[in-house]
């Protein structure tokens, strides 16, 4: 059998990887340099965090105001989607997003290209989140060191860098890595890759078929090293993971979308509440009508709108 040509694992259309290890990448990405916006002045610059493993940022900054006090920023550490498979901080849609959102919140935002399977399964892109997330808090960069205010730390992430989002910020409850005046003060999840093996709810197998790749996808990222779809990495609420009320933050915001992945993301914010959180640390956006992507895809949308609105509200809001 000719290796070269015999598929071992398919996701159409996100990735194909053939028996012989090649892989193909099927989901596009059209990488941007870092720039200064034209729509919104903000700059950017690409920085490595990591030399030994090649990790880098997108680090962006808002341009100052007119005659503005010269005010610390809050510092957004975000993940991009893609499957754990795809994706960059390079991309278009993430970039012009993150533009958009350190207008808006007036932020500084940290961008992670972290590594990507099958040639690095999870958990290599929890540790770069984790390291992004250390390297920002110490303020490494000049831009973060001058601007940014280390005690309003955030992490964002959408799809299954919203995974990897809720999975860093966990580490940080548990860690004393962290500088002693750092806080993270909120997580948001955009669309929060989660599964079960459990029984399904309502509306989870609207598309069986994408439903069976997405629990495919996860052993696969993990390269097997994973006790299946209750693992807590991709369960946070499932039996024996460890407490959400161990997060390591202030605030949650959980978006959802209408698709495969919205009941899971639901029960995540249940689970928050269920663990002991207060409703008013919790906040839920349900975009109700709308499918995953659709705020990159869409972003003068109506809905996509409102979804920037209450995300530039949560990193602004109770301190």
């Known amino acids: 059998m000719d290796t070269e040509s015999e598929i071992a694992f398919e996701f159409v259309p996100v990735i194909r990887q053939y028996k012989s290890g090649r892989v193909e990448r099927l989901l596009p990405v059209n990488p941007v340099p870092p720039s200064i916006d034209a729509a919104t002045g903000v700059a950017s610059k690409d920085v490595t965090v990591d030399p030994a493993t090649g990790l880098w940022a997108r680090v962006y900054l808002p341009a100052r105001p007119a005659g503005s006090a010269d005010d610390k920023l809050a510092i957004v550490v975000y993940l991009h989607g893609g499957c754990f498979v795809a994706g960059s901080a390079a991309d278009a849609p993430e970039h012009d997003f993150l533009n958009r959102l350190c207008a808006r919140a007036r932020a500084i935002a940290v961008s992670v290209e972290y590594r990507l399977a099958p040639e690095h399964p999870v958990p290599a892109c929890y540790d770069d989140g984790w390291s992004a997330l250390r390297w920002a808090a110490e303020g490494a960069d000049p831009w973060l060191r001058d601007r940014g205010d280390r005690e309003r730390l955030f992490v964002v992430g959408y799809s299954t860098g919203g995974n990897v989002a809720h999975n860093v910020t966990l580490r940080a409850a548990s860690s004393d890595s962290l500088p002693r005046d750092a806080r993270v003060r909120g997580l948001a999840l955009l669309h929060p890759y989660f599964l079960s093996a459990g029984e399904k709810a309502d509306g989870e197998t609207k598309q069986a078929w994408l439903r069976a790749k997405l629990e495919e996808l996860w052993p696969f990222v993990c390269g097997g090293r994973t006790t299946g779809l209750d693992d807590p990495r991709v369960n946070p609420v499932a039996d024996g993971a460890p407490s959400l009320q161990r997060l390591g933050c ?70």
């Open 250 to 319: 202030g605030r949650v915001l959980v978006c959802l979308a209408e698709e495969e992945l919205r009941p899971r993301g639901k029960a995540y914010h249940e689970g928050l509440l269920a663990s002991g959180w207060a409703e008013e640390d919790v906040e839920l956006l349900d975009s109700v009508g709308e499918d995953h992507e659709f705020f990159l895809r869409e972003p003068r949308s109506a809905k996509a709108l409102a979804l920037m609105d209450r995300l530039v509200a949560f990193l602004g809001g109770k301190q």
